[in-house]
Protein backbone atom coordinates (compact mmCIF):
# COMPACT_ATOMS: atom_id res chain seq x y z
CA UNK A 1 0.00 0.00 0.00
CA UNK A 2 1.53 3.23 -1.04
CA UNK A 3 0.40 5.91 2.24
CA UNK A 4 -2.68 7.90 0.78
CA UNK A 5 -4.72 5.40 -1.41
CA UNK A 6 -7.60 4.62 -0.76
CA UNK A 7 -8.59 0.73 1.25
CA UNK A 8 -10.81 -0.23 -1.85
CA UNK A 9 -8.91 1.03 -4.86
CA UNK A 10 -8.99 -1.76 -7.81
CA UNK A 11 -12.15 -3.19 -6.82
CA UNK A 12 -15.06 -3.01 -9.17
CA UNK A 13 -19.13 -2.14 -8.14
CA UNK A 14 -22.05 -2.69 -10.22
CA UNK A 15 -24.44 -0.03 -8.38
CA UNK A 16 -28.04 -1.48 -9.44
CA UNK A 17 -29.72 0.89 -7.25
CA UNK A 18 -32.10 3.80 -6.85
CA UNK A 19 -33.48 5.82 -4.38
CA UNK A 20 -31.92 6.18 -1.19
CA UNK A 21 -30.56 2.77 0.93
CA UNK A 22 -28.78 1.21 -2.01
CA UNK A 23 -26.87 4.63 -3.35
CA UNK A 24 -26.18 4.97 0.14
CA UNK A 25 -24.36 2.00 0.45
CA UNK A 26 -22.56 2.61 -3.15
CA UNK A 27 -21.49 5.82 -2.15
CA UNK A 28 -19.97 4.80 0.71
CA UNK A 29 -18.05 1.78 -1.23
CA UNK A 30 -16.94 4.87 -3.50
CA UNK A 31 -15.74 6.70 -0.62
CA UNK A 32 -13.64 4.07 0.42
CA UNK A 33 -12.14 3.90 -2.73
CA UNK A 34 -14.01 1.70 -4.68
CA UNK A 35 -14.91 2.00 -8.65
CA UNK A 36 -18.18 2.26 -9.04
CA UNK A 37 -20.42 2.06 -11.95
CA UNK A 38 -24.03 3.03 -11.48
CA UNK A 39 -26.03 1.05 -14.12
CA UNK A 40 -29.22 3.65 -14.73
CA UNK A 41 -32.18 2.79 -16.85
CA UNK A 42 -32.25 5.63 -19.73
CA UNK A 43 -35.87 4.42 -20.16
CA UNK A 44 -37.08 5.93 -16.60
CA UNK A 45 -34.77 8.76 -16.34
CA UNK A 46 -32.40 6.94 -14.75
CA UNK A 47 -32.41 6.75 -10.26
CA UNK A 48 -35.31 7.89 -9.03
CA UNK A 49 -33.38 10.50 -7.18
CA UNK A 50 -32.64 12.52 -9.97
CA UNK A 51 -36.09 13.47 -9.97
CA UNK A 52 -36.06 14.43 -6.03
CA UNK A 53 -37.00 17.72 -5.46
CA UNK A 54 -35.26 20.43 -4.46
CA UNK A 55 -32.51 21.08 -7.43
CA UNK A 56 -29.85 22.97 -8.04
CA UNK A 57 -28.67 24.94 -11.28
CA UNK A 58 -27.15 28.28 -12.94
CA UNK A 59 -29.38 30.33 -10.86
CA UNK A 60 -29.06 28.38 -6.89
CA UNK A 61 -31.98 26.09 -5.35
CA UNK A 62 -35.50 25.64 -6.70
CA UNK A 63 -38.31 23.09 -6.42
CA UNK A 64 -38.55 22.59 -9.56
CA UNK A 65 -35.93 21.80 -12.68
CA UNK A 66 -36.15 24.75 -14.77
CA UNK A 67 -33.48 23.53 -17.25
CA UNK A 68 -31.60 20.25 -17.94
CA UNK A 69 -28.36 21.17 -16.15
CA UNK A 70 -30.46 21.49 -13.39
CA UNK A 71 -29.50 18.39 -10.97
CA UNK A 72 -30.93 16.72 -7.46
CA UNK A 73 -29.60 17.37 -4.69
CA UNK A 74 -30.11 14.45 -3.67
CA UNK A 75 -28.55 13.03 -6.45
CA UNK A 76 -25.89 15.59 -5.88
CA UNK A 77 -24.96 13.98 -2.43
CA UNK A 78 -25.54 10.37 -3.17
CA UNK A 79 -23.98 9.80 -6.51
CA UNK A 80 -20.40 11.26 -5.96
CA UNK A 81 -17.16 9.56 -7.07
CA UNK A 82 -19.83 7.16 -9.04
CA UNK A 83 -19.64 6.72 -13.09
CA UNK A 84 -22.85 6.34 -15.24
CA UNK A 85 -23.66 3.92 -17.54
CA UNK A 86 -27.45 3.74 -19.07
CA UNK A 87 -28.71 -0.06 -19.56
CA UNK A 88 -32.21 -1.06 -20.13
CA UNK A 89 -32.06 -4.11 -18.69
CA UNK A 90 -35.19 -5.25 -19.57
CA UNK A 91 -33.72 -5.71 -23.37
CA UNK A 92 -31.83 -8.74 -23.67
CA UNK A 93 -28.91 -7.26 -25.37
CA UNK A 94 -28.60 -5.04 -22.15
CA UNK A 95 -28.47 -7.92 -19.80
CA UNK A 96 -25.55 -9.17 -22.05
CA UNK A 97 -23.76 -5.90 -21.54
CA UNK A 98 -24.21 -5.84 -17.50
CA UNK A 99 -22.80 -9.74 -17.67
CA UNK A 100 -19.63 -8.67 -19.28
CA UNK A 101 -19.36 -6.19 -16.51
CA UNK A 102 -20.24 -8.94 -13.82
CA UNK A 103 -17.08 -10.90 -15.08
CA UNK A 104 -14.97 -7.90 -14.60
CA UNK A 105 -16.88 -6.75 -11.41
CA UNK A 106 -15.62 -7.59 -7.65
CA UNK A 107 -19.13 -6.51 -6.58
CA UNK A 108 -23.11 -6.21 -7.50
CA UNK A 109 -25.16 -4.00 -5.52
CA UNK A 110 -28.64 -3.68 -6.15
CA UNK A 111 -31.80 -2.59 -3.81
CA UNK A 112 -34.59 -4.28 -5.75
CA UNK A 113 -37.63 -5.54 -4.48
CA UNK A 114 -37.26 -9.55 -3.79
CA UNK A 115 -37.30 -11.53 -7.39
CA UNK A 116 -37.22 -8.50 -9.14
CA UNK A 117 -33.60 -9.40 -10.50
CA UNK A 118 -33.82 -12.67 -11.04
CA UNK A 119 -36.69 -12.16 -12.96
CA UNK A 120 -34.89 -9.52 -15.00
CA UNK A 121 -31.81 -12.36 -15.44
CA UNK A 122 -29.10 -10.19 -13.83
CA UNK A 123 -29.76 -12.06 -9.88
CA UNK A 124 -27.10 -13.61 -7.97
CA UNK A 125 -27.73 -16.93 -9.89
CA UNK A 126 -26.85 -15.65 -13.02
CA UNK A 127 -23.74 -13.23 -11.95
CA UNK A 128 -22.48 -16.21 -10.42
CA UNK A 129 -22.33 -18.19 -13.51
CA UNK A 130 -20.11 -15.93 -15.52
CA UNK A 131 -17.58 -14.97 -11.82
CA UNK A 132 -17.84 -17.72 -9.11
CA UNK A 133 -16.17 -15.04 -6.94
CA UNK A 134 -18.54 -12.32 -7.14
CA UNK A 135 -20.24 -11.06 -4.27
CA UNK A 136 -23.78 -9.73 -4.99
CA UNK A 137 -25.18 -7.64 -2.30
CA UNK A 138 -29.15 -7.07 -2.09
CA UNK A 139 -30.47 -5.04 -0.16
CA UNK A 140 -34.45 -5.32 0.43
CA UNK A 141 -37.32 -4.49 2.67
CA UNK A 142 -38.00 -8.21 3.76
CA UNK A 143 -35.41 -10.29 2.52
CA UNK A 144 -34.40 -12.25 -0.61
CA UNK A 145 -37.19 -14.49 0.34
CA UNK A 146 -39.87 -11.69 -0.32
CA UNK A 147 -42.78 -10.63 1.72
CA UNK A 148 -46.60 -11.25 2.00
CA UNK A 149 -48.95 -8.92 0.49
CA UNK A 150 -47.33 -6.52 -2.00
CA UNK A 151 -43.82 -6.53 -0.11
CA UNK A 152 -43.26 -2.51 -1.15
CA UNK A 153 -40.99 -1.02 1.36
CA UNK A 154 -40.40 2.16 2.15
CA UNK A 155 -38.25 3.82 5.09
CA UNK A 156 -41.80 4.83 7.16
CA UNK A 157 -43.28 1.70 5.98
CA UNK A 158 -40.23 -0.38 7.63
CA UNK A 159 -40.45 2.18 10.72
CA UNK A 160 -43.73 1.38 11.43
CA UNK A 161 -43.50 -2.14 11.41
CA UNK A 162 -40.02 -2.69 13.20
CA UNK A 163 -41.76 -0.93 15.98
CA UNK A 164 -39.33 2.04 15.86
CA UNK A 165 -42.20 3.87 15.00
CA UNK A 166 -44.31 3.40 18.34
CA UNK A 167 -41.52 3.78 20.25
CA UNK A 168 -41.03 7.94 19.68
CA UNK A 169 -43.37 10.20 20.83
CA UNK A 170 -44.53 11.37 24.12
CA UNK A 171 -45.88 8.66 26.42
CA UNK A 172 -49.82 10.09 26.30
CA UNK A 173 -50.07 11.16 22.34
CA UNK A 174 -49.75 9.10 18.90
CA UNK A 175 -46.22 7.65 17.74
CA UNK A 176 -44.17 9.70 15.71
CA UNK A 177 -41.92 8.79 12.46
CA UNK A 178 -38.41 9.13 13.26
CA UNK A 179 -37.42 12.61 11.47
CA UNK A 180 -34.40 10.61 9.74
CA UNK A 181 -35.08 8.20 7.28
CA UNK A 182 -33.37 5.62 9.36
CA UNK A 183 -34.46 2.20 7.33
CA UNK A 184 -32.89 3.60 4.89
CA UNK A 185 -29.78 4.65 6.43
CA UNK A 186 -28.97 1.90 8.36
CA UNK A 187 -29.64 -1.21 6.14
CA UNK A 188 -27.06 0.23 3.52
CA UNK A 189 -24.29 0.15 6.52
CA UNK A 190 -24.98 -3.55 7.24
CA UNK A 191 -24.95 -4.41 3.43
CA UNK A 192 -21.37 -2.64 3.74
CA UNK A 193 -20.17 -4.65 6.51
CA UNK A 194 -21.34 -7.72 4.54
CA UNK A 195 -19.59 -6.33 1.95
CA UNK A 196 -16.25 -5.86 3.36
CA UNK A 197 -16.56 -9.40 5.29
CA UNK A 198 -17.60 -11.02 1.68
CA UNK A 199 -14.47 -9.24 0.49
CA UNK A 200 -12.06 -10.86 2.68
CA UNK A 201 -13.40 -14.08 2.35
CA UNK A 202 -12.72 -13.92 -1.30
CA UNK A 203 -9.32 -13.41 -0.65
CA UNK A 204 -9.01 -16.35 1.93
CA UNK A 205 -11.09 -18.97 -0.47
CA UNK A 206 -12.12 -17.42 -3.55
CA UNK A 207 -15.29 -18.17 -3.19
CA UNK A 208 -18.14 -15.14 -3.63
CA UNK A 209 -21.21 -15.04 -2.14
CA UNK A 210 -24.78 -13.37 -1.79
CA UNK A 211 -25.10 -10.37 1.13
CA UNK A 212 -28.81 -10.24 2.24
CA UNK A 213 -29.68 -7.74 4.24
CA UNK A 214 -33.44 -6.91 4.67
CA UNK A 215 -34.49 -2.96 5.97
CA UNK A 216 -36.52 -5.10 8.29
CA UNK A 217 -34.50 -6.88 9.42
CA UNK A 218 -31.83 -4.52 10.22
CA UNK A 219 -33.88 -1.75 11.82
CA UNK A 220 -35.60 -4.38 14.24
CA UNK A 221 -32.22 -5.69 15.33
CA UNK A 222 -31.93 -1.99 16.17
CA UNK A 223 -34.61 -1.97 18.16
CA UNK A 224 -34.40 -5.10 19.65
CA UNK A 225 -31.23 -3.76 21.92
CA UNK A 226 -33.29 -1.86 23.95
CA UNK A 227 -35.35 -4.80 26.44
CA UNK A 228 -38.88 -3.40 25.26
CA UNK A 229 -40.46 -6.67 25.93
CA UNK A 230 -39.43 -6.63 29.30
CA UNK A 231 -40.73 -2.90 29.18
CA UNK A 232 -43.87 -3.99 28.20
CA UNK A 233 -43.79 -6.89 30.75
CA UNK A 234 -42.91 -4.30 34.00
CA UNK A 235 -45.44 -2.39 32.44
CA UNK A 236 -43.17 0.49 31.73
CA UNK A 237 -44.25 3.22 29.64
CA UNK A 238 -42.27 1.93 25.41
CA UNK A 239 -42.83 5.64 24.46
CA UNK A 240 -41.18 8.31 26.51
CA UNK A 241 -40.90 11.37 24.70
CA UNK A 242 -38.32 13.95 25.84
CA UNK A 243 -37.34 12.60 29.33
CA UNK A 244 -35.73 8.86 29.89
CA UNK A 245 -37.61 7.90 33.18
CA UNK A 246 -35.56 5.07 34.18
CA UNK A 247 -32.21 6.73 33.40
CA UNK A 248 -33.29 9.49 35.55
CA UNK A 249 -32.04 12.53 35.53
CA UNK A 250 -32.01 12.01 31.47
CA UNK A 251 -33.81 13.73 28.19
CA UNK A 252 -34.25 17.32 27.00
CA UNK A 253 -35.00 19.88 29.22
CA UNK A 254 -36.69 23.77 27.92
CA UNK A 255 -34.17 26.86 28.03
CA UNK A 256 -35.24 30.10 27.16
CA UNK A 257 -33.94 30.19 23.98
CA UNK A 258 -34.31 26.66 22.52
CA UNK A 259 -33.59 23.48 24.35
CA UNK A 260 -30.70 21.88 26.36
CA UNK A 261 -30.17 18.02 26.39
CA UNK A 262 -28.52 16.57 29.56
CA UNK A 263 -27.61 12.94 30.34
CA UNK A 264 -26.84 11.97 33.88
CA UNK A 265 -27.78 8.26 35.10
CA UNK A 266 -24.95 7.74 37.66
CA UNK A 267 -25.06 8.73 41.27
CA UNK A 268 -21.90 10.90 40.38
CA UNK A 269 -23.70 12.58 37.26
CA UNK A 270 -26.74 13.25 39.27
CA UNK A 271 -24.86 15.15 42.21
CA UNK A 272 -23.37 17.13 39.32
CA UNK A 273 -26.66 18.22 38.46
CA UNK A 274 -27.65 19.26 41.58
CA UNK A 275 -24.09 21.19 41.81
CA UNK A 276 -24.95 23.19 39.01
CA UNK A 277 -28.94 23.31 40.04
CA UNK A 278 -27.23 25.34 43.27
CA UNK A 279 -29.10 22.68 45.40
CA UNK A 280 -26.36 20.09 46.38
CA UNK A 281 -28.36 18.85 49.03
CA UNK A 282 -30.13 16.66 47.00
CA UNK A 283 -27.69 14.17 46.21
CA UNK A 284 -28.72 13.21 49.79
CA UNK A 285 -32.43 13.65 49.64
CA UNK A 286 -33.97 10.08 50.13
CA UNK A 287 -36.19 10.78 47.15
CA UNK A 288 -33.15 11.39 45.18
CA UNK A 289 -30.04 9.78 46.76
CA UNK A 290 -29.63 6.32 44.52
CA UNK A 291 -30.27 5.91 40.99
CA UNK A 292 -33.68 3.43 41.82
CA UNK A 293 -34.76 6.07 44.10
CA UNK A 294 -34.24 9.04 41.33
CA UNK A 295 -36.13 6.56 38.94
CA UNK A 296 -38.69 6.28 41.02
CA UNK A 297 -39.52 9.69 41.19
CA UNK A 298 -38.31 10.95 37.81
CA UNK A 299 -41.44 12.58 37.19
CA UNK A 300 -40.61 15.24 40.49
CA UNK A 301 -36.95 15.11 39.78
CA UNK A 302 -37.68 16.32 35.39
CA UNK A 303 -40.05 19.18 36.94
CA UNK A 304 -37.29 20.60 38.89
CA UNK A 305 -34.90 20.75 35.84
CA UNK A 306 -37.63 22.17 33.60
CA UNK A 307 -38.05 24.54 36.40
CA UNK A 308 -34.63 25.32 36.60
CA UNK A 309 -33.53 25.22 32.68
CA UNK A 310 -36.46 27.47 31.55
CA UNK A 311 -34.98 30.47 33.51
CA UNK A 312 -31.81 30.56 31.61
CA UNK A 313 -30.23 30.35 28.03
CA UNK A 314 -28.89 27.03 26.21
CA UNK A 315 -25.41 28.36 26.35
CA UNK A 316 -25.56 29.32 30.42
CA UNK A 317 -26.83 25.35 30.86
CA UNK A 318 -24.39 23.65 29.11
CA UNK A 319 -21.76 26.04 30.81
CA UNK A 320 -22.62 25.18 34.26
CA UNK A 321 -23.30 21.76 34.01
CA UNK A 322 -19.96 20.67 31.95
CA UNK A 323 -18.32 23.02 35.28
CA UNK A 324 -19.47 20.23 37.35
CA UNK A 325 -19.12 16.79 34.59
CA UNK A 326 -22.33 16.61 33.73
CA UNK A 327 -22.69 15.19 29.66
CA UNK A 328 -24.83 18.66 28.20
CA UNK A 329 -25.74 19.59 25.30
CA UNK A 330 -27.95 22.14 23.27
CA UNK A 331 -30.18 20.84 21.10
CA UNK A 332 -29.15 22.26 17.74
CA UNK A 333 -30.97 22.40 14.43
CA UNK A 334 -30.10 20.76 11.19
CA UNK A 335 -28.65 23.70 9.71
CA UNK A 336 -26.48 24.60 12.51
CA UNK A 337 -25.46 21.13 13.57
CA UNK A 338 -24.09 20.78 9.81
CA UNK A 339 -21.99 24.12 10.17
CA UNK A 340 -20.15 22.58 13.37
CA UNK A 341 -16.54 23.59 12.66
CA UNK A 342 -15.04 19.96 14.32
CA UNK A 343 -17.40 18.17 11.55
CA UNK A 344 -15.96 20.49 8.96
CA UNK A 345 -12.58 20.19 10.26
CA UNK A 346 -12.73 16.32 9.88
CA UNK A 347 -14.58 16.30 6.49
CA UNK A 348 -17.34 14.67 7.96
CA UNK A 349 -19.68 17.19 6.34
CA UNK A 350 -18.69 18.52 3.07
CA UNK A 351 -20.08 21.31 0.54
CA UNK A 352 -21.39 19.86 -2.48
CA UNK A 353 -20.42 20.28 -5.76
CA UNK A 354 -22.71 20.76 -8.78
CA UNK A 355 -20.86 18.60 -12.09
CA UNK A 356 -21.38 21.91 -14.62
CA UNK A 357 -21.36 24.87 -11.87
CA UNK A 358 -18.59 23.35 -9.63
CA UNK A 359 -18.53 23.92 -5.53
CA UNK A 360 -21.82 25.18 -4.55
CA UNK A 361 -21.49 27.11 -1.31
CA UNK A 362 -24.96 26.54 -0.34
CA UNK A 363 -25.71 23.15 0.04
CA UNK A 364 -23.70 21.00 2.37
CA UNK A 365 -23.32 16.55 2.15
CA UNK A 366 -22.17 13.88 3.95
CA UNK A 367 -18.56 13.05 3.83
CA UNK A 368 -16.87 9.52 4.68
CA UNK A 369 -16.68 10.09 8.88
CA UNK A 370 -13.87 7.22 9.12
CA UNK A 371 -10.39 8.23 9.03
CA UNK A 372 -7.40 6.26 8.94
CA UNK A 373 -4.05 6.79 10.08
CA UNK A 374 -2.44 5.67 6.59
CA UNK A 375 -5.39 5.35 3.95
CA UNK A 376 -6.98 7.82 2.30
CA UNK A 377 -10.79 7.87 2.24
CA UNK A 378 -13.77 10.64 0.60
CA UNK A 379 -15.17 11.79 -2.09
CA UNK A 380 -13.33 14.06 -4.95
CA UNK A 381 -16.02 13.65 -8.21
CA UNK A 382 -19.10 15.64 -8.25
CA UNK A 383 -21.94 13.58 -9.30
CA UNK A 384 -22.15 12.37 -12.54
CA UNK A 385 -24.73 13.19 -15.86
CA UNK A 386 -27.17 10.27 -17.04
CA UNK A 387 -25.25 8.15 -18.91
CA UNK A 388 -21.94 10.11 -18.69
CA UNK A 389 -19.62 7.36 -18.66
CA UNK A 390 -21.31 4.89 -20.72
CA UNK A 391 -19.19 4.91 -24.16
CA UNK A 392 -15.87 4.87 -22.01
CA UNK A 393 -16.74 2.31 -20.06
CA UNK A 394 -17.69 -0.20 -22.93
CA UNK A 395 -14.68 0.79 -24.93
CA UNK A 396 -11.93 0.92 -22.16
CA UNK A 397 -13.63 -2.07 -19.86
CA UNK A 398 -15.48 -4.35 -22.00
CA UNK A 399 -13.26 -3.39 -25.37
CA UNK A 400 -16.24 -3.43 -27.51
CA UNK A 401 -16.07 -0.95 -30.59
CA UNK A 402 -17.61 2.05 -31.85
CA UNK A 403 -20.02 0.37 -34.19
CA UNK A 404 -21.04 -2.48 -31.66
CA UNK A 405 -22.10 0.58 -29.08
CA UNK A 406 -23.73 2.28 -32.22
CA UNK A 407 -25.93 -1.00 -32.45
CA UNK A 408 -26.42 -1.45 -28.86
CA UNK A 409 -27.92 2.27 -28.78
CA UNK A 410 -30.03 2.08 -31.97
CA UNK A 411 -31.74 -1.55 -30.49
CA UNK A 412 -32.49 0.62 -27.34
CA UNK A 413 -30.48 -1.60 -24.73
CA UNK A 414 -28.56 1.92 -23.45
Known amino acids: MIAGDKPLRGRIVLDLTTALAGPYATLLLAGL ?116 GSGKAMDSIIQALSGVMYTSGEPDSDPVRVGLPIADLLAPLFAVIGVLSAIVEVEQSGVGQQVDVSMLGALTSLLSI ?27 FPAKDGWVALCAPTDTFAAGVFRAMGTPELAEDPRFRTRDQRVGNSTELHARLDEWTGTRTRDEIVAVLAEHGVPAAPVRAPAEAIHDGLVRQRGEVVDLEHPAYGPTGTVSGPGLPIRFSESAAGFDLPAPRLGEHTDDILRELLGYDGDRITGLRESGAL
Open 33 to 148: GATVIKIENPATGGDSSRNNAPYLGADGLRMDRGSAEDMSVSLIGRARNKQSITLNLKQPAAREVFLDLVRHADVVVENYAAGTADRLGIGYSACREVNASIIYAAISGFGAQGAP
Open 226 to 252: EPFDAFELLGAPTRTGRTLPRLAPFGM
